[in-house]
């Protein structure tokens, strides 16, 4: 449902959009009130879930968008900054994501972060379509900035265009520490500020994915603001949230691809301009040595020669969509042209031979291999076949071989079983599960599950190096690596600063 909507009043009006309240599979959406434009549409999608979100609740919104979209999901992001000048461009226009404090001002120290402007983060979780986190391996982006003393948490995110565009969208994942709601904020060319309604997903409980945010201007898009509300409407910094799948319009006015005019005045006409490059008029002929769209690229040499199955000789880069894109009859990383390019850069092909991610490793001989079928490890060679750095009876592969005594043996009843430290003897007679808290999330030990314990939570974010230490107890499922399946464990019992956690929860 698409609860904003295009008003014909004029400028600077301040009109009153009264929603009724909605309840529907457990969402709800209060009645608001918000600053309209009459160039300005609003799409305001709560969803409340979180594996179970659902993705195409931007449909609306990417379909009301005139101008092709460009959607930023961090996917090439790992934990750490953007930093200034923003790497992120919507086709010609430069995006710059900032984090804002709940008065507004830049709550980034940019002296003391190297112009560190906002945090991206990974450990959340994977939901297709609408959050890249673990096991992704994707980023999200986090309103969280260092400023040397401590963490500071933003009330908002602000995105700056350095052109106007027409379009701005995202998704928002709520952490649970505080429930919030979220309103979106654009300036227009000439200055008009207009407000959405307010996302609430009525889910305060659960980290959860909030829903989506969007608006649609006939007039060009200078400033977009995602802010973070409490309950009762007023600016909040208590809380964390991620934005991700940001989706920004292309650059407005569009520029017009066959009238021989510079439409939108940025000094290049029609199929010189970058904005014209996937248009009909400007597609290049890849095989006739001439520059047919005007961006001084020949051929294959011009990106808009790859993928394409007309032209197999100018290769694939899409390498991780199940498509033969250049028609060469080989798919993705099994393609040589698709070698060490992104969602290529494992070795997934143990056995063709090749050097598949360009890491000067071949088949078994390349860590990636490890656990392959292809590359099983040999007991009793004193080689680590399947290189993963453990040689015979070391390697767990070889655990069941009779050349290879139980690591959860001992040799004596007086001696202590030395292999009880591994998380795969804890069922074994003899052997214990480290001592942890009830909940297991308390891992302060003051009865209440907060930010100090996600904060030490965080310090044994993933592989485990003692397993029987308090690291052990946040290891829920046991598999020696603190990832995104222990972080929803840890989630599920989340309380409040001083409010005993449930000891059930787990």
């Known amino acids: ?16 959009l009264i929603f009724r309240s909605i309840v529907a599979a457990g969402l709800i959406l209060a009645a608001c009130s918000m600053w309209v434009s009459a160039a300005v549409t609003f799409f305001v999608h709560p969803d409340g879930r979180l594996a179970a979100a659902d993705p195409t609740l931007d449909l609306a919104f990417r379909n009301a968008a005139g101008l092709p979209l460009h959607e930023f999901d961090f996917h090439e992001f790992v934990h750490g900054y953007i930093l200034e000048p923003s790497p992120l461009r919507a086709g ?13 001002a830049n709550a980034a120290d940019l002296s003391l972060n190297g112009n560190r402007l906002i945090e991206t983060y990974v450990v959340v979780p994977d939901i297709p379509g609408i959050i890249e986190g673990d096991p992704a391996g994707g980023a999200t ?3 969280r900035t260092f400023a040397g003393t401590g963490d500071v948490v933003g009330a908002a ?24 709601k979220y309103v979106l904020e654009v300036t227009e060319v000439g200055g008009a500020v207009a407000r959405s309604a307010a996302l609430e997903s009525g889910n305060g409980v659960a980290l959860a994915v909030e829903g989506f945010l969007g608006a649609v201007s006939t007039a060009g898009i200078t400033r977009a603001v995602v802010i973070q509300q409490n309950l009762a409407g007023q600016a909040s910094n208590a809380d964390f949230f991620y934005l991700d799948h940001v989706q920004v319009g292309g650059r407005f006015p569009p520029e017009v691809c066959d009238n021989g005019t510079d439409d939108n005045s940025d000094g290049q006409a029609d199929c010189a301009d970058s904005e014209c490059d996937t248009h009909p008029y400007c597609q290049e002929n890849c095989a006739d040595g001439i520059d047919n769209d005007g961006n001084g690229l020949i051929d294959c040499d011009d990106p808009d020669c790859w993928n394409r199955p007309d032209f197999p000789a100018c290769g694939e880069t899409l390498c991780e969509d199940g498509l033969d894109n250049d028609g060469d009859g080989a798919t993705d ?3 040589s042209n698709c070698f060490g ?6 070795e997934r092909l143990c056995g063709d031979g090749l050097d598949n991610d360009l890491d000067g490793l071949v088949d078994c001989d390349d860590p990636d291999c490890s ?6 490890e040999l007991c009793t060679d004193g080689i680590d076949n399947d290189a993963d750095g453990l040689v015979d009876c070391e390697d767990l592969e070889c655990m069941a071989q009779d050349v290879c005594p139980s690591i959860c043996e001992s040799l004596s009843p007086a001696v202590p079983i030395v292999g009880c430290p591994d998380p795969l003897c804890f069922v074994v007679p003899g052997c214990n599960a480290p001592a942890c808290n009830d909940p297991f999330a308390d891992l302060d030990g003051d009865r209440d599950v907060d930010q100090s314990d996600f904060a030490i939570w965080q310090l044994c974010m993933g592989p485990v190096v003692d397993a029987t230490g308090i690291c052990g107890c946040v290891d829920r499922v046991k598999d020696g690596v603190i990832d995104a399946f222990d972080f929803a464990a840890f989630q599920a019992c989340v309380s409040a600063p001083d409010k005993p956690a449930d000891p059930n929860c787990d």
Request: charged share 25%.
């Open 157 to 180: 995110i602000e995105f700056t265009f350095d052109e106007p565009v027409e379009a701005f969208g995202t998704w928002i994942l709520d952490d649970i520490l505080e429930p919030s």
């Open 141 to 143: 982006l986090l309103n």
């Open 333 to 335: 990383c099994s393609d």
């Open 341 to 346: 390019l992104p969602g290529c850069r494992v």
């Open 371 to 376: 656990e392959d079928e292809v590359c099983p």
């Open 92 to 104: 010609p226009v430069s995006v710059r994501p900032n984090l804002l404090d709940r008065l507004g």
């Open 1 to 16: 449902m698409n609860h904003g909507s295009r008003v014909s009043a004029g400028h600077g009006r301040r009109s009153a």
